[in-house]
Nanobody, 120 residues
Framework: QVQLVESGGGSVQPGGSLRLSCLAA????????MSWFRQAPGRERELVAI???????SYVHSEKGRFTISRDNAKNTAYLQMNSLKPDDTAVYYC??????????????WGQGTQVTVSL
């Protein structure tokens, strides 16, 4: 049974940091590209960052330099380190596993999401 379980979300003040984790099970983790998407209320789900099977990364422009995506194939886990958080980063964050390098929110396996709230 495929499972992606996100953790690490929470509430933080502007300028703070969070580290999201995505623990995978039920498939060969190292064969999949991993990505993080987010969805704010009333907005479409959007890509935050993606990492290939071999560690190549790509970021949405506004997140580059603040967010870092990584993976540990030995632990079947993907991570999203988020620094200098802004109120606009408030959203539910989802991890996704995909057999291909895909930047859109279709296909693949999805986690249930973890809430990130940035406010004073």
């Amino acid at each position: 049974q495929v499972q992606l379980v996100e953790s690490g979300g929470g509430s933080v003040q502007p300028g703070g940091s969070l580290r999201l984790s995505c623990l995978a099970a039920g498939f060969t983790f190292s064969d999949y590209a991993m990505s993080w998407f987010r969805q704010a209320p009333g907005r479409e789900r959007e890509l935050v960052a993606i990492i290939s099977r071999t560690g190549i990364t790509s970021y949405v422009h506004s997140e580059k330099g603040r967010f870092t995506i990584s993976r540990d194939n030995a632990k079947n886990t993907a991570y999203l380190q988020m620094n200098s958080l802004k109120p606009d980063d408030t959203a539910v964050y989802y991890c996704k596993a995909d057999r291909i390098w895909r930047l859109t929110p279709e296909g693949g396996y999805w986690g249930q999401g973890t809430q990130v709230t940035v406010s004073l």
